[in-house]
């Protein structure tokens, strides 16, 4: 049986995520219990803010409910397509936002929903990539840390493009994190670059917190994470920011249905995700895959089998556009065997449901 791991603090969840990237502790052994964290505060002052979610603040919280179906869609139903979604789902993700007493603080709370909705999610990821997932995403959408580095990124990223000296002047004395925390989030963008979920959760935690600081700018004061900045200082910071959620990297096994070579530089093929069905084109350059690259892809094309694709791509509310093949891997043997073993009885229950409703 599974023991109970308890997190009640980031620093319990940044020390599990290490211990689980490592293989010091193995995903499928543990079970995971939330105890006051993830839980996240942000806290406004202001003549506007009494008691009340403005209409600005409430963008910033859609922004953040619709990353949490994104990777839930993900977990459960392997795409990023959030029309997937059930009703029932909807209710298990829905967002409480508490409002307390005073100058508005808001408390975004996600122990409900990573324990129930996540932690029951019949998911097509492997354990430990799921554990993972949900550690990350507590870590980055209610993490003090992740707030913080939020702040220094869009600290280097203005220094560069501010030419008044006053202003970068200004900017150069912020200082948001620690080096404990800089290894944090260290942590996370190396786990990144192993898995595509948390890579794109990563990215639409970057959209979300600058909602949150673009949104609440008109504050004179803003807390959030452990960081406090006036309102102005968040207007400075956040101008420029560019979305980074519609890129997203779509690695899988797909199968390849139809090819277009009537491209000069390249060719596109059409390709299905042998695990949520999802079809969309995608394009292949002549100078991005290596000789082996494009065999792999004609040895899956010709042998009717699936192969594995690291993909990068534009979504756009589910739309797949400007998807880009930048690398290829054949299945196995073994592999092969155990996807047509699969496909054959699909197809054989298929075969079994059109006979008994002729029958009937």
């Known amino acids: 049986m599974p023991r109970e791991v308890v997190l009640k603090t980031e620093i319990d969840a940044f020390n599990l995520l290490r211990s689980i990237n490592d293989g010091s502790i193995d995903a499928d052994d543990i079970k995971l219990k939330f105890d006051g964290w993830p839980l996240a505060q942000i806290h406004l002052v ?5 008691n009340s979610i403005t209409p600005s603040i409430m963008k910033a919280f859609i922004e953040l409910q619709r990353g949490i179906h994104r990777a839930y869609a993900y977990a459960e139903y392997g795409t990023y397509n959030v029309n997937k979604l059930t ?9 409480a936002i508490g409002v307390e007493d005073g100058s508005s603080i808001f408390n975004i709370d996600l122990q409900e929903i990573l324990d129930k909705a996540f932690g029951s999610a019949v998911s097509k990821m492997s354990s430990k990539e799921l554990v993972l997932l949900i550690i990350v995403l507590g870590s980055l959408y209610a993490g003090n840390t992740a707030y913080k580095d939020y702040l220094q990124d ?11 000296e006053e202003k970068k002047a200004h900017i ?3 200082q948001f994190m620690s080096a404990q925390e800089t290894e944090r989030m260290k942590l996370i963008r190396d786990i990144a670059k192993s898995y595509p979920a948390i890579d794109n959760v990563q990215r639409h935690a970057h959209d979300t917190a600058t909602e949150v600081f673009k949104r609440a700018g008109m504050a004179e004061k803003i807390g959030v994470g452990g960081a406090e900045i006036t309102g102005e200082e968040a207007q400075l910071l956040t101008r420029n920011a560019k979305r980074k959620s519609a890129e997203v990297r779509l690695d899988g096994s797909y199968r390849l249905m139809e090819v277009n070579s009537s491209f000069i530089n390249g060719f596109k093929v059409k390709v ?23 065999a792999a892809l004609i040895d899956a094309e010709w042998g ?3 192969v594995k694709l690291k993909i990068n791509a534009k979504d756009l509310a589910g739309s797949i556009s400007q998807a880009l093949i930048v690398d290829v891997e054949s299945f196995t043997e073994q592999e092969k065997e155990n996807y047509l073993g699969r496909f054959n009885e699909s197809e054989a229950d298929e075969s079994s449901s059109d006979s008994t409703s002729e029958e009937l």
Do not use: M
Request: no cysteine.
């Open 46 to 50: 202001g003549p506007k803010y009494h």
């Open 87 to 95: 009703v029932e789902d909807k209710k298990k993700l829905e967002l």
């Open 154 to 164: 869009r600290k280097d990223a203005r220094q560069k493009e501010i030419i008044i």
């Open 172 to 174: 150069e004395t912020f």
């Open 272 to 294: 299905r995700n042998v695990d949520s069905g999802a079809v969309f084109w995608a394009k292949v350059q002549d100078t991005s895959l290596t000789e082996p690259n494009k």
């Open 304 to 306: 009717k089998v699936p």
